[in-house]
């Protein structure tokens, strides 16, 4: 599962270790999550990428099986990862900026 700026695009590191990943593995089983008022509109601009509307039925079971996520904005925090996927986050800037996290 790919992501980008919470499902505002199709853009950024999100976007190209996907483009990457199809070369070398079935595109079938990759998804780019998109905000649902956003989906017909990057369904047009990207019509070669599996697209998924956030936080819908179809979402939530391939969030929940995923063995990837690869996202560049934070996930809520009431979503919770299964403990046999690889959260990557590709996140820009230095490491010693202060990240916010709520509870």
């Known amino acids: 599962m790919f992501e980008s700026f919470s499902g505002k695009d199709i853009n950024d590191n999100p ?3 996907y483009r990457e990943w ?18 017909k509109q990057l369904k ?18 391939l969030m929940a099986r995923a063995n990837f996520w690869v996202f560049n904005a934070r996930i809520p925090g009431w979503w919770k990862k299964n403990s046999k996927t690889t959260y990557i986050q590709t996140w820009h800037g230095t490491p010693l900026k202060k990240i916010r996290y709520r509870h």
């Open 44 to 61: 047009a601009v990207h019509p070669d990428i599996k697209i998924v509307k956030r936080f819908m039925p179809k979402w939530v079971w």
């Open 22 to 39: 199809i070369k070398h593995h079935d595109k079938n089983l990759a998804y780019f999550s998109v905000k649902p008022k956003f989906y």
């Open 15 to 17: 976007a190209a270790i």
